[in-house]
């Protein structure tokens, strides 16, 4: 690979309790990452299994700490792969793979390549990759994904959290070139943390990887942890059945009802 790429972990202080955890299964299960690997913070650094430290001071908004990363990372990287800390990796990666689609990616002169969904894969082709049609609500976002940094400088907005900045950013993206999905997905996550507090079946999960792990922060109610999973159900049917024009039109609405289940 001639260009240069960033894995970036998109973190905040507060959320520091899980940086070890995150890194520990990182290193096992992408040991050969071929990128130089960054966690994001605000003061306490992480240092540790190859991660360097980019401090960013007081967190602001979700989208200006990113800014402020991308203005750091753009003085020596093309790329951003970025993800968030509550994404653990739980199976070995494929790098040919990863590498393979990012080549052709390149190749293509691509903006935003997505690594990981829950939806259905449409593959398109026989390709490692396929292109996103245009105006797809949620057509993007942060979760092991690659965007070319000064794409994604354009996209961003100040003040949007990563919920937002998926949900109604998909207007500034909409008519974008270049925005690709990968025709598997090259990540096996577990999504450890909603709205501050552990998921207790991927906790469980996350046990059975690391049996000494510490518990810092509340674990979901029985009730919160029901109304999750009714949300990425209606979520999955959202994404996967429903036509583009009718997503468009209860977007608006679906966010007023669900816009409390954001990452943060």
């Known amino acids: 690979m001639n260009y240069k790429i960033a894995f970036l972990v998109l973190s905040c202080d507060k959320y520091s309790d899980l940086w070890e955890y995150f890194a520990q299964l990182f290193n096992r299960y992408w040991q050969d990452c071929p990128f130089d690997k960054y966690f994001a913070t605000n003061q306490i650094t992480f240092d540790k299994y190859g991660f360097q430290s980019i401090l960013i001071g007081e967190d602001k908004t979700w989208s200006m700490g990113l800014d402020t990363v991308l203005s750091l990372l753009q003085k020596k ?15 070995k990666v494929d790098t040919p ?19 990981y969904t829950k939806t259905k894969i449409l ?8 292109a996103y049609d245009y105006n797809v609500p949620y057509r993007h976002n942060c979760v092991y994904a690659l ?38 997905n090259a990540f096996v996550i577990s999504n450890t ?3 501050g507090k552990w998921v207790l079946r991927e906790l469980n999960k996350i046990k059975t990887e690391i049996p000494n792990i510490v518990i810092n922060r509340s674990i979901l109610s029985k009730r919160e942890e029901r109304k999750l999973y009714l949300y990425e159900k209606l979520f999955y049917i959202f994404l996967v059945y429903l036509p583009n ?9 679906w966010y007023r009802c669900f816009r409390h289940w954001d990452y943060k």
């Open 97 to 115: 793979f990863v590498i393979n689609c990012i080549n052709e990616f390149i190749e293509n002169n691509g903006n935003y390549l997505k690594f």
């Open 147 to 184: 965007w070319k940094i000064e794409t994604l400088h354009q996209v961003l907005s100040p003040n949007e959290n990563a919920w937002e900045f998926e949900k109604t950013g998909a207007n500034r993206t909409a008519s974008m070139d270049g925005f690709f999905y990968s025709n598997r």
């Open 193 to 195: 943390v909603v709205k």
């Open 245 to 253: 024009p009718v997503k468009i039109l209860l977007l608006k609405n």
């Open 123 to 130: 593959k398109t082709n026989n390709n490692n990759i396929s």
């Open 77 to 91: 990287y093309d790329y951003v792969l970025i993800t968030l800390e509550d994404l653990f990796i739980m199976k």
